[in-house]
Every structure is written in structure tokens, then in C-alpha cells.
């Protein structure tokens, strides 16, 4: 249980809280690459500031506030330069660090451009890297763009996937430090979903929580598996500040405002082996939608989508004056006071360094982080193995990550893997009976 103050420093992510300017020290995913085949400016909404997002006609990105420093027209409507974006009310241009580098009239008037040259608009770094775009919005010095090894992985077929809650950020981020929600959240309701009454799965029996230099790790062990197995003995990680780590993807919780987060997947295939050599041409992005269209409930059968409906459930804003916490929790208090001692540290020491902030670009290469499937992504296996491997098997069958996914992307992945998708709608993954059978109910 949380007072009302320490809730409120946890979940305010505004440019004058404590989170806020936290979180702005670390960089975010906000948009796919492939977003910009078809636009050059979008909209974007982050910590709470309203910005366009826009790509140049030499292929630079950069994110600038929404409304122009002149007298405040949208930027949404401006349009891109070989070297900036130019606001569409009277032409004045700006480059990626914000930087008023053309007045059109008022240069007329002042060869000089004295004006220009003291004008600038809120401008924030933007960097693509593995088919996403990312932001940074705090200060000097900036840090490096985690270089992941997930990320340099080959013979994979890789798509980043978004959607957009409408709650706040930190219930989704403790989500991803509960191991014993798998269990009834992924496993049983998906088995009560499918129409049968049971059995259940088996059911937790140990948990173990560590802190290490880019997170936490949270293992488990359930009544049918010894500790030999790769969720007790790896894990999966907490990735600080606001992601998560299974080994075969990430995930993002990336603030909008305090009551909206942008949900992000960035899932990585390995391929059989006998698709080998396989070279991904470009990394697909997609919105999911979170509600069924024709009966307005959310949607329950995808493993993000079940997530999304125990998050936004909560509230837009989690009342943690009213919990009841209990062992399964242990996780969350930990990271809870993880977060405190940071926000703390930050407040009081200047020269403070945040937790997991990579500053050295010689250590910023391939970074391992522990995983339950590292050497299978790495070395391959051929289909067979692929399709009986318990985490990595389901993906073979059919992308179960997020309701949604389109058709083009479908038939890419159906291509890279040499085989069609089965076009289940109740899914059976990682941990859902003691032979790991895999059971899907097709339509």
C-alpha cells in the first residue's frame, strides 16, 4: 500500500515531476520506421508534450514541438525540407536541434537574420535504430541508445508493435516483474476461453527476485519442473526503466501522459534452419486495436491484449492507497523501492547517475542480458525442433503477441518461415501443461 504523495511520484510524468524528468533521461520507442514510407510528419504525444515527429527529404528525423515559435500554427501541417521542417504559416524552418535557420520575410528585411538566428523551437534527438524510432528528452550528457544483442541477431524475421492504453504507465510497467500472473492472466484464462473448464496448469511453487546492472530478474518454479529449468535458472528481466525482456522480445511502457501509455513489442523470429540464409529487407510496424469492433469489448485472446485488459482495469491511474499486497508481490515492492531511492538520489544529488544509463560506446555492443533462448536464436534449430521448443515453438503456429496483425505482414513472416500460419483464435503458450503441448482452437 502507497500514500497518495508517493503514488503520485510514481506515476506523474510531466516536465516539472520527479518521474518525468527521470524517465526523460532514458530513451523510448515512439514510432515505427516503416510508419514514414507513405508521410513525412505525425503526431506525437510524450511525457505529457505535444510534438510532431518528421522525417526530411535527406532521411533525418527529429521531433519538434507541435506548435511553431512565431505565433503558434500547427506543425502537424508544416512540411519537410532537404534539411528541416518549414512551418506553413510564413515559411519559417527549423533543423533537428531546433534551430531557426530560414525567415523567409524577415531576412528580406534583415539580411543579417539577427532574429533567425536567436529563434528556436523545443526540439528532442530522435534516432532509428532495429526498425523503430526512439527519443531523448533530458539533458547533456546523453547517454547511448542500448545496442541489445537481440538486436544483431540473424536469420530472424523482426516487427515492432504498438498500441495505445488509456492508463498509466507504472501499472503496466509492475507487470512485467509478476511471474504468478502468467499463470491465471496467459494459462487459465485462455484454457477458460477455449470453452473447457480445465484442468488448470500447474501452479507456482517458488519465486526468486535479483536486482542486476540493467534491471531485475524474476525466476520461477512451477510443481511440475526442477531447478534445472530455464525460467529458474535465467529468468526473465525487468529491463529498468520501463521495459521488459523474455529472451525472444521486448517490451515497452512509454508514458504519453498520466493517464495514456503507448504499448510497444519489438518481437524477433529466429527462422528454421532450413530457411537459412534468411535476410530481413526491412522491419514491419503496426498499431494492434484493443477493442472488438463489433461488441466494444476488449480483446481477450492475444497475449498483449490480456495484459492490456488487467492493466487498463486498474484505472487510469492505479489507487495504491487501496492494495493488498501479498507474497507474489515481493517483485513489485522491490522495484517500488528501487524507484523511490532513485527519484531520491535525483533530487538531492546533481551529479547523480541514474540506474542502467550506458554513457561508454565500446561497452554499448551487443549487450547480454540473461534469457531463457539465447542459444537457440543465436545457433538456429531446424523445424521440427523449432515448432516443440516451449517458448519459441508457439511463434512457428501463429503470431499469438498481439491481436491484429496485417495481412502483408502475415504472408512476410509466412515467407521467411517457409510455412502457413494456422489462424487460431484461443491460444496455448509457454507454460500450459506438463508436456508443454501446444493447443490452439482454430475458427
Known amino acids: 500500500m502507497l500514500t497518495e504523495e508517493k503514488n503520485a511520484r510514481l506515476t506523474k510524468v510531466g516536465p516539472e515531476t520527479e518521474m518525468g524528468q527521470y524517465l526523460r533521461r532514458y530513451w523510448h520507442p515512439i514510432a515505427g520506421e516503416s510508419e514514414f514510407e507513405d508521410k513525412s510528419i505525425k503526431e506525437i504525444r510524450i511525457m505529457g508534450e505535444d510534438l510532431v515527429l518528421y522525417k526530411d527529404l535527406s532521411g533525418r528525423y527529429g521531433a519538434v514541438d507541435r506548435h511553431c515559435p512565431h505565433r503558434s500554427a500547427d506543425m502537424l501541417y508544416g512540411f519537410v525540407e532537404q534539411d528541416g521542417i518549414r512551418c506553413s504559416y510564413h515559411g519559417w524552418r527549423f533543423d533537428e536541434t531546433g534551430q531557426c535557420i530560414e525567415q523567409p520575410f524577415e531576412q528580406v528585411c534583415d539580411p ?23 527519443i531523448y528528452m533530458g539533458p547533456e550528457p546523453v547517454p547511448e541508445l542500448p545496442d541489445w544483442d537481440l538486436f544483431n541477431y540473424k536469420n530472424g524475421f523482426a516487427q515492432a508493435v504498438f498500441a495505445e492504453l488509456p492508463c498509466n504507465w507504472f501499472q503496466c510497467q509492475e507487470n512485467s516483474i509478476d511471474p504468478i500472473h502468467f499463470e491465471w492472466t496467459h494459462n487459465n484464462w485462455s484454457i477458460r476461453q477455449s470453452g473447457e473448464k480445465g484442468p488448470y496448469v500447474p501452479t507456482h511453487l517458488k519465486l526468486e527476485f535479483k536486482e542486476f546492472d540493467y534491471g531485475f530478474t524474476y525466476h520461477r518454479l512451477r510443481d511440475h519442473e526442477d531447478e534445472n529449468n530455464p525460467m529458474w535458472t535465467q529468468g526473465r528481466v525487468t529491463l529498468w526503466p520501463n521495459g521488459f525482456y523474455l529472451g525472444h522480445h521486448f517490451e515497452w511502457r512509454v508514458p504519453v501522459d498520466d493517464e495514456n501509455t503507448l504499448s510497444v513489442l519489438w518481437v524477433f523470429s529466429r527462422v528454421p534452419s532450413e530457411q537459412e540464409p534468411y535476410q530481413q529487407d526491412k522491419i514491419p510496424s503496426w498499431y494492434g486495436p484493443i477493442r472488438d469492433t463489433q461488441t466494444g469489448r476488449w480483446i481477450t485472446s492475444h497475449v498483449a491484449n490480456q495484459d492490456f485488459v488487467v492493466w487498463v482495469g486498474q484505472g487510469a491511474i492505479t489507487d495504491r492507497t487501496r492494495e493488498n499486497l501479498g507474497q507474489s508481490d515481493r517483485g513489485i515492492v522491490m522495484m517500488r523501492r528501487r524507484f523511490f531511492e532513485e527519484l531520491d538520489q535525483l533530487k538531492n544529488n546533481p551529479d547523480f547517475v541514474p540506474k542502467a544509463l550506458i ?6 555492443k551487443d549487450i547480454v542480458l540473461p534469457s531463457a533462448c539465447r542459444d537457440e536464436l543465436i545457433q538456429g534449430l531446424a523445424r521440427k525442433e523449432l515448432s516443440e521448443h516451449p517458448l519459441l515453438g508457439p511463434y512457428l503456429k501463429d503470431f499469438f503477441g498481439q491481436a491484429g496483425q496485417p495481412d502483408e505482414v502475415r504472408i512476410a513472416y509466412e515467407q521467411a518461415v517457409g510455412q502457413k500460419m494456422e489462424g487460431a483464435t484461443v491460444f496455448a503458450v509457454h507454460g500450459s501443461n506438463k508436456n508443454e503441448d501446444q493447443r490452439a482452437h482454430s475458427e
Open 112 to 134: 543579417s537574420a539577427r532574429m533567425c538566428k536567436k529563434t528556436k523551437i523545443k526540439a528532442y534527438r530522435v534516432q532509428a535504430k532495429v526498425g523503430m524510432l526512439w
Open 359 to 364: 554513457f561508454d560506446k565500446e561497452l554499448n
